[in-house]
């Protein structure tokens, strides 16, 4: 299989994608996002995860071990997927630009299947709401429908957390609930689960394209309080490597001010840029995430309960990952692959897993977020979109800059190197607006006009090489003659990336080399 050329192969994927789609005519898609859920899964091999409803889903589908977002922040990452453009094109680095006027009319995921006959609908948090889709989740032009938000998720941020000190309502970061007590009596998640039953009970004929995004496990951890006794603060006491990696440079720092900013984080006053949050606080925190996965995962069930997965290609990701400690931090907003690397679990009736023993398929190839779209419409049986070119991703309207993962799928978890190594590598990038942490301008997550600083990173299966170069917020244009620093880790003997090698002479030429592919990549 190997030994095939990519074109040939392609053709191939085509000859079966299409006889798949005879089998099951127009199958639906459901496609499930989750908002900075890193991989808490049980079958991902994350021991405290209690997810048994997407272990079932991961059971008899595939499970890609190596996938990454190309933003870790909530708007440019999804914009990034549900176009299949990268952030540099769409030009999104923040939350404060709409796509369609800023950059190009560019079609999106839901879109296409739209202009192909399904109904498509939105629920919850798909695109980010607001400037950066309109403030309409781009309908009509992506979805058959007015999107769908719960009503109380204008409390997401309210002060509606009973502090457990004086019983005062405020806006904590670990925000266990009665939901019955909160503002209109339940939870946004909780609603958007019964919104998207009552569109699989009442769609109509034809196929769908339904898009879930739950809120959680996103921070404030507004989760029911009942979760919690299912992951009690002993299960997170076992210490770790919770510091900054060495030689680390300071423009890659995330000093997580959204968790800062928490009245109960507040109360810690945790010393800036570079403070160690407590020890309790840091086993709660986890405990509350733990908590908001399993939450979502129990809604995840109920959903999946109305679904014929029979006819319905079943798609679970999320938009990034999150720090739970991991060098320090309590935060996307960088490049490590905490907080870009997500899960990315496909079930499809248009392609039969092979009974090879194992319960599930594992592909371990390092694919991007972006790879969904082309996947999706493969999947479908719809006509191919075609890949942007290269050097113009800007001027086609109807053009993905992801790949189809069609040949990994068919490969059922053997190896499949395509047209070679350089196929099977991630790029990320991460704006800032200075070398050092800074809360004015917020270096977490600088509003285009500030930032003078874009870290471009690329994931390869062992190396992840990141460089922190000029850049210019009017023009869009690098600078790689000035860096501000450089990140060098080796998966091989350093899989958490604590061990920065960028300085290490040793190392020069496969830093060089790397520095070069990434430089190709982003001239």
């Known amino acids: 299989m190997c030994g095939f050329t990519l074109n040939f192969y392609f053709l191939v994927v085509a000859v079966l994608a299409g006889c798949a789609s005879q089998v099951v005519d127009r199958p639906n898609v459901l496609l499930i996002i989750l908002d900075d859920f890193r991989p808490a899964i049980k079958r991902y091999g994350d021991d405290n995860a209690i997810t048994p409803n997407i272990d079932r889903l991961v059971r008899g589908g595939y499970r890609f071990e190596n996938v990454f977002a190309q933003q870790a922040l909530c ?7 549900l176009t299949g453009r990268r952030p540099d094109t769409v030009r999104l680095y923040d939350f404060y630009s709409y796509w369609r006027d800023f950059s190009g009319n560019f079609t999106t995921l839901p879109q296409y299947f739209k202009q192909h006959g399904y109904r498509t609908h939105s629920v919850g948090k798909v695109f980010h709401p607001g400037v950066s889709s309109n403030f309409t989740d781009d309908y009509p032009l992506s979805w058959s429908e007015p999107t769908y938000h719960p009503p109380t998720e204008q409390f997401t941020n309210s002060p509606v957390c009973i502090d457990p000190i004086d019983g005062q309502l405020r806006r904590n ?13 339940t939870l946004p998640d909780l609603e958007s689960t019964e ?31 009942k979760y919690l006794s299912l992951h009690p603060q002993s299960k997170f006491t076992a210490a770790g490597s919770w510091d900054r990696p060495w030689g680390l440079p300071a423009v890659a720092w995330a000093p997580f001010l959204d968790v800062r900013e928490r009245d109960d984080a507040r109360q810690l006053n945790i010393p800036f840029p570079y403070g160690r949050v407590p020890e309790d ?8 995430y733990y908590a908001a996965v399993t939450y979502v995962d129990e809604l995840i069930g109920e959903l999946l309960a109305e679904v014929d ?15 739970l400690g991991e060098h320090g931090e309590w935060a996307k907003y960088s490049n490590y692959d905490v907080a870009v690397r997500v899960p990315l679990v496909i ?13 599930e398929v594992k592909i371990e190839n390092v694919v991007e977020l972006l790879d969904i779209f082309p996947t999706l419409v493969d999947l479908a049986g719809l006509p191919p979109i075609p890949a942007c070119h290269e050097e113009r991703p800007r001027k086609a309207l109807s053009c993905v800059e992801g790949k189809s993962l069609m040949p990994l799928l068919l490969a059922n978890g053997t190896a499949y190197e395509g047209s070679g190594p350089e196929q099977w590598i991630a790029y990320s990038q991460y704006p800032r607006p200075e070398p050092y942490p800074s809360i004015v301008p917020s270096s977490d997550d600088p509003k285009l006009r500030f930032i003078r600083i874009m870290g471009y990173s690329l994931r390869t299966e062992r190396f ?18 000035t860096v501000h620093g450089e990140e060098l880790y080796d998966h091989q003997i350093d899989a958490n990336e604590n061990l920065n090698l960028a300085d290490r002479p040793q190392l020069d030429k496969i830093k060089n080399y790397l520095k070069r592919t990434l430089q190709t990549k982003f001239p």
């Open 173 to 185: 970061l670990l925000c266990a609930v009665i939901p019955e007590m909160q503002p209109l009596h």
């Open 281 to 288: 606080f840091q086993q709660r925190i986890r405990q509350h």
């Open 464 to 481: 992840r090489y990141t460089a922190w170069i000029a850049f210019n917020p009017k023009t869009f244009k690098r600078d790689w003659s």
């Open 75 to 81: 708007a440019p990452s999804r914009n990034s997927m």
């Open 347 to 359: 079930s499809t009736p248009t392609i039969k897993a092979p009974d090879s023993g194992s319960e």
């Open 195 to 225: 919104e998207a039953k009552r569109f699989l009970r009442d769609y109509g004929n034809g196929p769908y394209f339904l898009a879930v995004g739950y809120h959680k496990p996103h921070i404030p951890f507004r989760i029911p309080m």
């Open 309 to 323: 997965l029979a006819r319905t290609i079943v798609l679970l990701t999320s938009d990034h990952g999150w720090s």
